[in-house]
């Protein structure tokens, strides 16, 4: 296991603050309990918090005990906002639940990246621990090379003061909310010896705040050098922050942070407005984000377009705040097959979500019932099997599934209570696959058309189960 | 291609084997496509020998999607 490996497990692996976090005021956890699912129900909401009992996902009693405000588990007025917090007081979940109601505590495993490790000279271990988890701030590697203009650009927005360390022996300075610093790193004066790997010098930038640290920009343009397109030079992030966070890593044109290597977001959780916060990281080797509920509201809009995928986990994603996931997988490259099994609960569209990408092999998708828009879903996509527990709320399919003849992987396909046309031309859905297809749908909204020509099982499937739901099956 | 196509609320739909309907009306494709271009087969339903000459009939323009370029950058 590398060194950077047990460093990370022992930023995520927080089993014991979890347990801190959830019964810390004097109840325990079994020990053997594994990291998964827990229910936390909360008594006496409406007047002074009194008690909580935590089951298990089989409604098994696992403890109980009261609930003091304050600590790592703290209960705001009203009285049904709570606050969930690791020992270290980085927030890991957030929510409302009425008198009686249920929190369901997601506590995830660590994140596991296998298969690549940061060149030994770029030394990561090193660099990253100068920010430590309880701090606000951001820790940066950057390549810096002789007899070049070594530009870039950071811009933090967050409360309180901050100070920045570039590395390159300009000493400890003031840095300023919503203000660009443009930075032009001097080759000469970084103490670092020369990183055969980069071919130059590693710039190690140290950001801290005494407050929270709100906003994350390192794409914007250096007003030295000018406008540029293509990827600023970031080769590695980590990032801590006690308060939801909008990143800002890409830009239109292709402009992007785009050589980030890591990113390491601990526990961190995004912010609503937040969207392309993956986008465009072709280089993207680690993605260290655990946790709960890490994103809100449409942060996943784009979320990982055209970005590597082959070192992100989206096990330790939830996926259940977010209104949309339009085009969030697009284009992702990685030569990996990834499925996605996910809850979408407050998701709105889908459109382009999987599109263009061979990234995903298998979909399901649960809690769908607010979905509207199908539109490109899974355009040119490698995915061959998709699922999604209520469509009844679909308006558009448009281009759902299209792909050249020959160029549709799609051999399973269920959209339950699905009340709209379809097009699945080409798909390669045998008549047991249509069967089964047909047998989700819902009654047609009115004149409806389901096309399946070229499809594998179009001439032997049973049509009669769609027509007799009021759906024109074209052949 | 030779076959049937119908305007769905500006898509074009086509079919090419045949057309089931919810009240058990079956459509073999190939019985009509020998009549006059724009013959209306059932229910909008309509003969053309190519899905140029279709689009051109319904006054339909078809693009393909484009997956679209980066959102602008958000500003605070």
Redesign the interface.
Known sequence: MSALRRKLDNIFNKKEDIRLSIIGKGGTLPPSAPLSAYSLEIDGLSGNPSFWNLKDMSNNLLDTGSIPSGGTMDIIAPNANYIVKYANNTVIQTGVILAGGTATIIVTDPVVCEGWDPPIDWKWDDASALLLDSENGVVLLHPVYEGMDNYATILCNFAGTGTINLGDGSGVQALTTGVKLNILFDYDNIPTAFVPSIGGKMAVVLVKITGSLTHLFLQEDNDIQGAFRGNSKWLALKLRTNVHLAMFLSHQYGRSAGNLHIIDLGACLLKANGSNNFCNLKSLQYLLWGGFENVIGDASQRLFDTSNMSGVHLDTISFSKMTSLYYAFNGAIGGVQLEFDKAINECLSLQGAWSDTSCFRKIKLTNTGKVTNLQECLYLSGVEDFEMDDCSQVTTTAWFIYAPPGGNHTQRLILNLLTVGIDISHAKMDALALNNFFIGLGTANGAQTITITGCTGAGTCDQTIATAKGFTIVN | MKGLY?D?KG?L??????????D?TKIEVKKYVKKKEGTDVH?GWLVFNTREAALKHFDIEET??I????????T?
């Open positions: 119908k769905e898509t739909l086509f079919a090419q084997n045949t057309i089931n309907f919810p058990g229910e393909v999607p997956p679209l370029d980066i959102d602008p950058l958000r605070l």
